[in-house]
């Protein structure tokens, strides 16, 4: 069973914006960095997003500008604030824990089981 529960994915138009969700166990993994990845059919899942306990964040350059990830860790979520959507952000979105804000899948400890965003033309 996956640790971390995602959801918000769904069919958008190109232009148009989207919100994910993550749920996780904090008291059970560590959760110091959370992230965002995503991966599309026959390519290899790739960092999206990313931010520490103390707020600081990473984002990936195809993304910047048009993609804000945030926490509340009092609600133990992390969201994905998705807007200017494009064709090519068509992927499943996976959401993961770990102790290091990393680029890397190997720097992640948890992962849930994804959440499709598909962007039509």
């Known amino acids: 069973q996956a640790q971390l529960v995602e959801s918000g994915g769904g069919l958008v138009q190109a232009g148009g914006s989207l919100r994910l969700s993550c749920t996780y166990p904090?008291?059970?993994?560590?959760?110091?960095?959370m992230a965002w990845f995503r991966q599309a059919p026959g390519n290899a899942r790739e960092f999206v997003a990313g931010?520490?306990?103390?707020?600081?964040?990473r984002y990936r350059d195809s993304v910047k500008g048009r993609f804000t990830i945030s926490r509340d860790r009092a609600r133990s979520s992390v969201y994905l604030q998705m807007a200017m959507l494009k064709v090519e952000d068509t992927a499943v979105y996976y959401c993961?824990?770990?102790?290091?804000?990393?680029?890397?899948?190997?720097?992640?400890?948890?992962w849930g089981q994804g959440t499709q965003v598909t962007v039509s033309s």
């Open positions: 993961a824990a770990g102790g290091r804000l990393e680029t890397s899948i190997d720097g992640y400890d948890a």
């Open positions: 904090e008291r059970t993994l560590n959760t110091d960095a």
């Open positions: 931010i520490l306990w103390t707020g600081l964040t």
